[in-house]
């Protein structure tokens, strides 16, 4: 009996345990998606902000510094994806 209930207090920890795992996954996932976002908002915004300053008929910095926030922003995630692992 005493056995049995060991046997069950194991197989409880356990799903605990995924369920930590498989939350901290989501949160860790949601948290790099996030910072992505803002990395190219703030990117794109200070292209905006440079083209108004330079008032010229084509958006050049916004184009640059919208790309620049791409490839910034998959390289801090791609950092992070293979340090935490």
């Given amino acids: 009996m005493n056995q049995q209930k060991k046997t069950q207090?194991?197989?409880k920890r356990k799903t605990e345990n995924e369920?930590?795992?498989s939350l901290k996954g989501y949160a860790r996932y949601s948290g790099m998606?996030?910072?992505m976002i803002v990395i190219?908002?703030?990117?794109?915004y200070?292209?905006?902000w440079l083209d108004s300053r330079r008032?010229?008929?084509t958006?050049?910095?916004?184009i640059i510094m919208s790309l620049l926030g791409i490839f910034v922003a998959l390289y801090t995630?791609?950092?992070?994806?293979?340090n935490k692992k």
Avoid: C, N, W, Y
């Fill in 19 to 21: 369920t930590d795992d």
């Fill in 59 to 62: 958006p050049v910095f916004t």
């Fill in 9 to 11: 207090h194991r197989k």
């Fill in 33 to 35: 998606a996030l910072q």
């Fill in 46 to 48: 200070a292209g905006v």
């Fill in 40 to 44: 190219i908002t703030a990117m794109t």
């Fill in 55 to 57: 008032e010229g008929d």
């Fill in 77 to 82: 995630s791609l950092k992070d994806f293979i």
